[in-house]
C-alpha cells in the first residue's frame, strides 16, 4: 500500500484553497456589479416617484381650481 507524500496532500489542499479562494473573489465582484446596478435602479425609480408625485400635486392644484370655479359660478346664478 503506497502512502501519499505529504507535500502532495499540501499542494491538494493549497490548489482547492486558490479555487475556492478564486470563486470568491468572483462571487463579490459579481454582487458589487449587482449592487451598483440596483443603486442605479434605485435612482431612477426615486426619480420617477418625485417626477409622479409632482404631477400629482399639479393635478390636485387644477381640480382644486376647477372646484373653485364651479362653486363661483353656482353662487352667481
Do not use: F, H, W, Y
Request: net charge negative; charged share 35%; aromatic share 0%.
Amino acid at each position: 500500500m503506497e502512502q501519499t507524500p505529504m507535500p502532495d496532500i499540501a499542494e491538494q489542499e493549497l490548489k482547492k484553497l486558490e479555487t475556492r479562494v478564486n470563486e470568491l473573489i468572483r462571487t463579490c465582484e459579481r454582487l458589487k456589479e449587482e449592487n451598483r446596478q440596483l443603486r442605479e435602479q434605485q435612482a431612477v425609480i426615486a426619480a420617477e416617484r418625485s417626477s409622479l408625485v409632482e404631477g400629482q400635486e399639479q393635478a390636485r392644484i387644477k381640480v382644486e381650481a376647477m372646484i373653485s370655479r364651479l362653486k363661483s359660478m353656482e353662487q352667481a346664478v
